[in-house]
């Protein structure tokens, strides 16, 4: 019986009736006619709340199921399936309450839906998470009625529901695709052109119009009735690092995400695309200590690896130590190899600081310093500016801005790879200074 009760709840069409009764119970003071009427409203009011519970409690009901998604992909929309099954043999409004886990903090979700007597239904929402990690999902409450709406019986389904949420593997395909489809222009990133070719030769073949003149073999020309070329393939298996920095650094929020998680799907993207292309990826994370160290391989199963890892990273609250990484990349990574470095510089006496250390690195390795506009300053410093604190605070921006330059310009001139990237376009400019590489042999 308690059980029961629990389930009942009465809608607000109920309460609208009884406030109707109580004004013609008023009105009846005036005139008493009207009073016997009211109470044989009463009584069809009271008859029809039999009705439809009897009605909502027989032995039919509805049936319902959340279907969740195997993982979510962080930063992107990820579907949620609603499956709705009317067994009464008359038509039923519902009105659906999912009970979405704490780190979405939305506790407001409601669908109303109408199905037929013996019909199905289905319906579809979206969820942004904002971080890695576990996510719990609570009941699914559902809140039937039938067309009279004066009661309503909830059904519960799908009792705490756990999907993990790993880095964009959304993103991911999306740069994937597109690589395949021969469109990453579509998207931004550029088509470099060649300089020169690799030379990891591949076969000779006949000349036809286009080919380099260059790569004409004259030896095997004078053998043959026309001209012939040697053909050449770019390198592959070339080991390519993405390096991580977890420190207090990276947590600067933009977009609801923390730097690290736009580093963090930068670095799945690309090593999905140096995949692609035949090379080695490798993945390394630190702060004032070592965290993660995968070695560089060219399996595509890879792939799963690094994803394993990423899911597991997250920022400390202490500062980077960079003499840490440049002893793991002396003693770890023998081999010439294309090192990714994700990390943030807000002053230039921090780049000093560590300058050594990198400088240490590109000795052997082609480095790559990636490291973040601050587009908060920058509209900041756009501004009109028309009063004294306005004056201050887009000068004070601006000095920032120029801080900014003066630190690539710096590792430039030591011979060191940079991008300075504004969140948002991290994976693209990553994927452009990728090919570049790649297409002028720095490697």
């Known amino acids: 019986m308690i059980k029961l009760l629990k389930s009942l709840y009465l809608t607000p069409r109920f309460f609208y009736v009884l406030a109707v009764f109580a004004l013609l119970f008023l009105v009846s003071y005036w005139i008493p006619a009207l009073y016997g009427i009211v109470w044989i409203l009463v009584l069809v009011l009271g008859v029809s709340l039999l009705i439809e519970f009897s009605m909502l409690y027989s032995a039919f009901g509805l049936e319902a199921a959340?279907?969740?998604?195997?993982?979510?992909?962080?930063?992107?929309?990820?579907?949620?399936?609603?499956?709705?099954?009317?067994?009464?043999?008359?038509?039923?409004?519902?009105?659906?309450?999912?009970?979405?886990?704490?780190?979405?903090?939305?506790?407001?979700?409601?669908?109303?839906?109408?199905?037929?007597?013996?019909?199905?239904?289905?319906?579809?929402?979206?969820?942004?998470?904002?971080?890695?990690?576990?996510y719990v999902f609570g009941n699914l409450n559902c809140y039937a009625s039938s067309r009279i709406g004066l009661l309503r019986k909830r059904f519960t389904f799908n009792n705490e529901q756990m999907v993990k949420v790993y880095p964009s593997f959304i993103?991911?395909?999306?740069?994937?695709?597109?690589?395949?489809?021969?469109?990453?222009?579509?998207?931004?990133?550029?088509?470099?052109?060649?300089?020169?070719?690799?030379?990891?030769?591949?076969?000779?073949?006949?000349?036809?119009?286009?080919?380099?003149?260059?790569?004409?073999?004259?030896?095997?020309?004078?053998?043959h009735a026309g001209l012939m070329v040697?053909?050449?393939?770019?390198?592959?298996?070339?080991?390519?690092?993405?390096?991580?920095?977890?420190?207090?650094?990276?947590?600067?929020?933009?977009?609801?995400?923390?730097?690290?998680?736009?580093?963090?799907?930068?670095?799945?993207?690309?090593?999905?695309?140096a995949l692609k292309k035949g090379d080695k990826v490798g993945l390394v994370d630190f702060s004032n200590k070592l965290g993660s160290y995968l070695p560089a391989i060219a399996k595509k199963t890879y792939l799963n690896n690094i994803l394993e890892v990423l899911y597991n990273v997250d920022t400390k609250f202490l500062d980077s130590d960079f003499?840490?990484?440049?002893?793991?990349?002396?003693?770890?990574i023998t081999h010439r190899s294309l090192l990714l470095l994700y990390t943030n510089f807000e002053h230039i006496s921090s780049l000093h600081r560590q300058m050594p250390y990198l400088q240490a690195i590109a000795k052997k390795h082609v480095l790559v310093v990636i490291f973040f506009e601050n587009t908060e300053l920058r509209?900041?410093?756009?501004?009109?500016?028309?009063?004294?604190?306005?004056?201050?605070?887009?000068?004070?921006?601006?000095?920032?801005?120029?801080?900014?330059k003066v630190m690539v310009r710096e590792l430039q001139q030591r011979g060191?790879?940079?991008?300075?990237?504004?969140p948002e376009a991290l994976t693209v400019n990553t994927i452009n200074k990728y090919l570049e590489i790649k297409a002028k042999g720095l490697l």
């Open 66 to 134: 959340r279907i969740l998604p195997e993982k979510f992909s962080n930063s992107d929309e990820n579907e949620v399936l609603i499956r709705l099954y009317n067994k009464y043999s008359f038509t039923i409004s519902i009105g659906i309450v999912d009970e979405l886990p704490v780190q979405f903090q939305k506790r407001d979700f409601f669908r109303k839906i109408t199905i037929p007597g013996k019909n199905r239904n289905t319906f579809t929402y979206g969820v942004r998470p904002v971080e890695r990690g576990e």
């Open 171 to 223: 993103q991911m395909k999306k740069y994937d695709f597109l690589a395949i489809d021969n469109r990453l222009s579509h998207i931004g990133l550029k088509k470099i052109r060649r300089i020169g070719h690799t030379m990891e030769f591949e076969q000779i073949k006949e000349y036809v119009v286009g080919d380099d003149v260059r790569t004409i073999n004259w030896k095997s020309t004078a053998k």
């Open 230 to 273: 040697n053909q050449y393939q770019d390198e592959k298996m070339q080991p390519v690092y993405s390096i991580i920095d977890t420190s207090r650094v990276m947590k600067m929020p933009f977009n609801g995400l923390k730097l690290v998680d736009f580093a963090i799907n930068s670095a799945l993207a690309f090593s999905n695309i």
């Open 323 to 332: 003499g840490v990484l440049q002893s793991l990349v002396k003693r770890k």
């Open 379 to 404: 509209s900041l410093s756009e501004m009109e500016a028309t009063t004294i604190p306005e004056i201050f605070d887009k000068t004070i921006a601006q000095q920032f801005e120029f801080d900014k």
């Open 416 to 422: 060191i790879q940079t991008i300075l990237t504004p």
